[in-house]
């Protein structure tokens, strides 16, 4: 769902242009959509601003998450002198399937759209088109992020890209800025429009790939393997060579049965890049086939593990002497054998997916996104 340059940080190409954008000259359309402060937001009520900025923007995309900063920055520099900036998230959780979201900690409803304006502490109104995409189709958006900068009369002046590199400390030409700048002077914007570079709409009138997704991860086969002692020292040390998040549950447990799904999204969000996740049941080994009925209702294809003894406190102590005893236990643990995050007891599923994500390397596709993380 997304399209970035291959091999380079300069927003030079890979734009996305199937659906031809608002020419300039073009007045603002109208939108009323919600935002993520609970309120119906309106092109009209930024009427006296005398520069409207409007961008399209997601939460899953890596692009839009780079620019995520400068955009609160471009808000906070602008505010005082009337600037509205306005940002709008045209995708729907409908389009989006589990490996699009390989790089993001939530996807793109409403709801999802609020955590991360909440993590990220957003002060711009953030606001929802994902049900119908019908202000995304009247801007024709071309990719993300994308913006759109009207003048007093909201009359289209610049549309395009917000700067030229997806690295900050990389960028030369600040068009969003150098376009806000000359309206507020009165002078006619010099460059009008740039290539959008990022992410590509999700449009509802695509196929999504959802289903046949779903389709696949349910025709996976699950498996259960018997441990014992010298296994789950095995299982400690991470030989995998990736970065790896183990379970420890059981089905007597209460929050363990209510979070493992999620952690099944988890690992389908994350398995396409250097990750994997191993389940482990401390049931005795007399509960194997409630065990494995779980994992198939909830098709658990990765690696699960299941106590061959009734010894829990041995094989527990076996992983780790400093492991406690009780579940759900969570531990995500680096190719070196180092622990990197862990959690007993109900998990915070967000935390976790934001500890995933500092502590996968970056890709020659995807840069910053480490650092992105990391810092928040």
């Given amino acids: 769902m997304w399209c970035l340059p291959f091999l380079a940080l300069s927003l030079a190409a890979c734009s996305v242009d199937s659906h031809p954008t608002l020419t300039i000259g073009s007045p603002a359309p109208d939108f009323a959509l919600p935002g993520v402060d609970g309120r119906i937001h309106t092109l009209n009520e930024y009427s006296k601003s005398p520069v409207l900025a409007v961008v399209f923007t997601c939460n899953h995309c890596p692009a839009s998450q780079l620019y995520e900063d400068r955009l609160k920055k471009l808000d906070d520099d602008y505010r005082a002198k009337g600037v509205a900036l306005v940002a709008i998230n045209p995708d729907s ?49 071309a990719a993300m992020p994308q913006i759109f900068v009207f003048d007093r009369q909201r009359t289209l002046r610049y549309q395009g890209r917000i700067d030229d590199n997806l690295s900050e400390p990389l960028v030369k030409t600040r068009d969003a800025r ?91 969000m994350y398995r396409g890049r250097s990750f994997d996740f191993v389940s482990v049941s401390a049931n005795d080994p007399d509960d194997k086939p409630q065990v494995i009925a779980f994992l198939q209702k909830n098709h658990a294809s990765g690696p699960n593990l299941q106590f061959a003894l009734p010894d829990t406190f041995t094989l527990q102590a076996a992983f780790d002497p400093l492991m406690p005893a009780a579940v759900p236990f969570t531990v995500l643990i680096a190719p070196n054998g180092d622990i990197v995050y862990q959690e007993l007891g109900e998990l915070n599923i967000l935390k976790l997916r934001r500890a995933i994500l500092a502590n996968l390397p970056d890709d020659t596709q995807h840069p910053g996104q480490q650092a992105y993380w990391s810092g928040h």
């Fill in 93 to 141: 959780p409908s389009t989006i399937r589990l490996s699009d979201l390989g790089y993001s900690d939530v996807g793109d409803s409403l709801a999802d759209m609020k955590a991360r304006a909440a993590h990220r502490h957003f002060e711009y109104p953030y606001l929802y088109d994902g049900d119908a995409q019908t202000v995304a189709t009247k801007f024709r958006v």
């Fill in 178 to 268: 150098n376009a806000i700048d000359a309206l507020l002077a009165g002078e006619r914007v010099a460059v009008e429009r740039t290539r959008a570079v990022g992410c590509s709409t999700a449009w509802l009138s695509k196929p999504s790939g959802r289903d046949e997704e779903m389709a696949k991860i349910e025709a996976e086969p699950v498996k259960l393997e018997m441990v014992g002692a010298d296994r789950l020292k095995t299982l400690r040390g991470n030989p995998s060579g990736k970065l790896l998040m183990v379970n420890f549950w059981a089905t007597w447990c209460g929050p363990c049965v209510t979070e493992f799904p999620e952690l099944e999204a988890t690992y389908r």
